[in-house]
């Protein structure tokens, strides 16, 4: 199976959300969740994935704190904040009716 070599422009914050909504994580974590999660279909680099979480701490959608990782190193972990559940709804609600405008015309019988 192929894989996508970029994620659709925005989808990676909606992901990140996403996966921060189901607990703190520190970057490194974000990264392997997506992985996990997508079955090794969807990947990001840390120079996409860090700019990312900053933008995204920036915005207020998430908090970031120092803490140790199971490693013992020191790490920064990143929560969802109210507001970036609520661009979260937002975003999978837009995904949502994109994702099934795509599906419906992709799934046309051809003549």
């Known amino acids: ?4 070599s970029e994620l659709v422009q925005g989808t990676l914050d909606m992901l990140v959300l996403k996966i921060l909504a189901l607990e703190p994580l520190n970057g490194w974590a974000v990264s392997q969740r997506l992985k996990q999660m997508s079955s090794d279909v969807l990947g990001v680099s840390d120079g996409s994935l860090y700019p ?19 490693n013992n190193r020191r790490s920064k972990f990143y929560s ?4 970036g559940r609520k661009q979260l709804e937002k ?5 949502n009716r994109l994702s099934a405008a795509i599906s419906g015309i992709v799934k046309l019988k051809e003549a």
């Not at 199976?1 to 996508?4: F, T």
């Not at 969802?80 to 507001?83: A, G, N, P, V």
């Open 1 to 4: 199976m192929s894989k996508p």
């Open 91 to 95: 975003q999978a609600a837009d995904w």
């Open 80 to 83: 969802l904040t109210q507001l």
């Open 52 to 70: 990312a979480l900053h933008k995204l701490e920036q915005r207020g959608w998430i908090t970031a704190r120092w803490k140790l990782s199971e």
